[in-house]
């Protein structure tokens, strides 16, 4: 055993109730810092998951991002031009040449893409108009491009296939206008058709509002409807790996002209929350291991203070003021490391705790566990962190201890 | 080893006080040398001189060769560890360790024997000052005296050529000063090597092969 280390111990054990009360610090530090940053990162990864499988990776628009350009302007292209009252022509909406666009799409590794066209429809039931918005999907793309299927508590997506006239509607729809599976509903769309469809599923995805106003259907009723035959206004498109969509939307913008918008830009403000409530509770985390890392500063101090003739002997005897410092920095790292070890376990048994806890937030019909990351990174950042508090609270004491002379403190004496 | 005219003066905010003032004397092997004079004469301050624990303000240290002036601090100190051996008024033994322990750590420091051979090495020095049995002992089992003898051992770990002791007897009995004086004188006669002590003892000073006298930081008589 290092020398160093064997004084270091050496010194802990002499104080062992102060350094147990020191250790315990920074096991609490370690176990609610753990606890607490794999809840928030396994709320935050539920919300991103929630946000991306609930929505495509990428949607392509039936609208550009910009202004066209206007002849004028290409013409002269290093003048002012200023263009007044411009009426753009009345034209039908819809991404020209969408299927072209979805073969073009499907055939990279990886991705899957559909046209939609979506449009307003009204239900007119018990002399009561309910608007609701009717997606017209391919029924095979349905399943793999959206979580429809996922969220059918009746029915499934697959009877759409199989009755062409049939809409897939919400739970909560259901429920207010008493609604069953097998049931005619009635929708006007803008355009003044109507059509009759039948209930052949019914979805729930917790969240009230959709449950309430989306029904999905054929896209070719809905563009029969809306008078846009061989049209869709939007293109979704779902990536095996969705870190990649901004890149993709990027290209298929650059390549078609329409707005693509990826799950990254379109969720922009709220991954910018999600950065910032990581650092309000980082932050708070760390306050906890601060105040402990401030007991194991006490305790070195207090060894220091106590050992001054011991350091004196040693440097008469030859040790350098580094071998000093480095006694008392093993002495954070022992602290530190057995707050890791006994502080992660513990951490471990808090996230088993939390994770048993249920709760019905309001607006959300089922009960939700609280998500916990397990994740390797939560107990590498927790360890390390409380690890380099420990060394830190350490270092400045033994620099302390360091700096003795040893000439001033053997001429005091006993 | 060779000082000549060595001067330590201490700075303070108004006063500057000086603690030796042009010391010039050698330091032989085999000879066991003391440093009388009076209380705040400057015996100390000479002594963590002669001992690399402090720097002069002027003149030149040569050790076995070497201008110790000149040494940066990381070099004093492998020097102190490797050639000079303290034992202080008080033990300052460690006391967590047990005497073997404590005698140990020079060796231990300077990491040129294996575990094995530093243990023999400790055992065998502990047997010289006769405390075969309190190998195993912590400082607080043993008496002034034993520990004294324990910091003595700890001194020779590293075999140095110079052993410096500043009052070693000042908190000991009449017997266990005896002994621990006779030890140093066989540290000089037998071991071959140089013992400086500095003393209150007049009896322990007459027994030396050679007396240095110093009074207000000059040396008067050599």
């Not at chain 1, 095979?140 to 997506?157: H, Q, R, Y």
């Not at chain 2, 301050?45 to 303000?57: E, K, N, Q, V």
């Amino acid at each position: 055993m290092s020398i160093f280390f064997s004084i270091a111990v050496r010194h802990i054990l002499s104080r062992k109730r102060q350094s147990f009360v020191s250790l315990l610090g920074i096991i609490i530090g370690v176990a609610f810092f753990l606890a607490i940053s794999s809840l928030m990162q396994g709320s935050q990864n539920d919300f991103i998951k929630r946000l991306i499988d609930n929505s495509p990776h990428i949607s392509v628009h039936d609208e550009y991002r910009n202004a066209k350009e206007q002849p004028v302007q290409k013409l002269y292209k290093d003048r002012v031009v200023e263009l007044r009252s411009i009426q753009p022509l009345p034209e039908t909406r819809g991404i020209r040449g969408y299927k072209q666009v979805v073969e073009d799409l499907k055939r990279r590794p990886g991705v899957r893409a559909s046209a939609t066209l979506t449009g307003q429809a009204i239900l007119n039931y018990a002399g009561r108009d309910n608007s609701i918005v009717l997606n017209g999907m391919i029924p095979a793309d349905m399943k793999d491009l959206t979580t429809v299927e996922e969220n059918m508590i009746d029915g499934s997506v697959d009877d759409l296939i199989s009755n062409r006239n049939g809409v897939i509607v919400g739970a909560e729809l259901c429920r207010r206008l008493m609604l069953e599976r097998g049931d005619n509903i009635t929708l006007t769309a803008s355009t003044g058709q109507v059509r009759t469809f039948k209930i052949v599923g019914i979805f729930r995805t917790g969240s009230l509002d959709y449950d309430d106003k989306q029904a999905f259907t054929d896209i070719k009723r809905v563009q029969a409807m809306m008078n846009k035959s061989n049209r869709a206004n939007t293109i979704i498109i779902k990536m095996d790996d969705s870190s990649k969509a901004q890149k993709l939307a990027d290209e298929v913008e650059a390549a078609t002209g329409y707005k693509s918008v990826s799950w990254q830009e379109a969720s922009e403000d709220i991954m910018s929350t999600l950065a910032i409530r990581n650092v309000i509770m980082y932050t708070v985390v760390s306050a906890v291991l601060l105040v402990a890392a401030f007991g194991i500063y006490n305790i070195i101090f207090t060894i220091i203070m106590e050992k001054q003739k011991d350091i004196a002997i040693l440097k008469s005897m030859g040790f350098l003021a580094g071998d000093i410092q480095w006694i008392f920095i093993i002495q954070g790292c022992i602290l530190g490391v057995a707050g890791v070890i006994f502080g992660l376990p513990l951490g471990c048994c808090l996230m088993l705790a939390l994770e048993q806890i249920t709760f019905e937030p309001p607006g959300v019909s089922e009960p939700i566990q609280m998500p916990i990351d397990w994740s390797a990174p939560q107990f590498f950042i927790a360890g390390a962190f409380a690890f380099f508090a420990a060394v830190l609270a350490s270092y400045l004491p033994a620099k302390k201890g360091a700096s003795v002379m040893p000439v001033q403190i053997l001429r005091g004496g006993q | 080893m060779s000082v000549r005219d060595v001067t330590r003066t201490l700075l303070g905010e108004e006063i500057e006080v000086t603690l030796v003032k042009n010391a010039s004397l050698d330091i032989e092997t085999e000879h066991f040398t003391a440093i009388t004079g009076p209380s705040g004469s400057g015996k100390s301050s000479l002594l963590y001189l002669l001992g690399l624990l402090d720097r002069p303000t002027s003149g030149t240290i040569n050790m076995l060769g070497t201008e110790t002036t000149q040494l940066s601090e990381n070099d004093l100190a492998q020097f102190r560890l490797e050639k000079l051996g303290f034992i202080f008024q008080f033990h300052f033994l460690l006391p967590e360790f047990t005497a073997m322990e404590n005698v140990r750590l020079p060796m231990q420091k300077l990491g040129k024997l294996s575990v094995k051979e530093q243990t023999e090495k400790a055992v065998a020095l502990l047997e010289s000052v006769g405390l075969h049995d309190q190998i195993k002992k912590l400082p607080k089992q043993m008496s002034g005296g034993q520990c004294q003898r324990v910091a003595i051992a700890r001194a020779l770990a590293n075999d140095p050529a110079l052993v410096l002791a500043d009052e070693p007897t000042g908190n000991l009995d009449t017997h266990s000063a005896a002994t621990v004086q006779q030890i140093l004188r066989d540290i000089a006669h037998t071991e071959g090597r140089a013992v400086v002590a500095v003393t209150h003892d007049e009896h322990f000073a007459a027994v030396a092969d050679k007396r240095i006298h110093i009074v207000d930081g000059r040396i008067q008589g050599n």
